[in-house]
């Protein structure tokens, strides 16, 4: 059982930056992918960036890329996403989310049905 819970939400102007912080427990977490995800209201959950077990793999939807940054710190079990530049367009509940089985590079992990756990989420909110 991997118990999850995120930090770090907030309110942000147009431009600004967010850390967010995702601790986990239980001894597998450097065995895991791990994902975060966000959900506007009245849309659906979407992907947001992926990180393979050690961390030399990620992945990131295409709206995030070069502003976002996903890390991890195995020693910390800690996943960790750095949000740069943030648009009104990105503000939602923020959740991470750890696949439930050894990493598989064949993955993208892209999808929500590749993860086992989730946190409860915390709110970005960008104003224009």
């Known amino acids: 059982q991997v118990q999850l819970v995120e930090s770090g939400g907030g309110l942000v102007q147009a431009g600004g930056s967010l850390r967010l912080s995702c601790a986990a427990s239980g001894r597998t977490f450097s065995t895991y992918a791990m994902g975060w995800f966000r959900q506007a209201p009245g849309k659906e959950r979407e992907f947001v960036a992926a990180?393979?077990?050690?961390?030399?793999?990620?992945i990131y939807v295409e709206s995030v890329k070069g502003r976002f940054a996903i890390s991890r710190d195995n020693s910390k079990t800690t996943l960790y996403l750095q949000m740069n530049s943030l648009k009104p367009e990105d503000t939602a509940v923020y959740s991470c989310?750890?696949?439930?089985?050894?990493?598989?590079?064949?993955?993208?992990?892209?999808?929500?049905?590749?993860?086992?756990?989730w946190g409860q989420g915390t709110q970005v909110t960008v104003s224009s």
């Open positions: 989310a750890a696949a439930g089985s050894r990493y598989d590079s064949g993955s993208t992990y892209s999808l929500p049905q590749e993860y086992a756990y």
């Open positions: 990180i393979s077990s050690g961390g030399g793999n990620t």
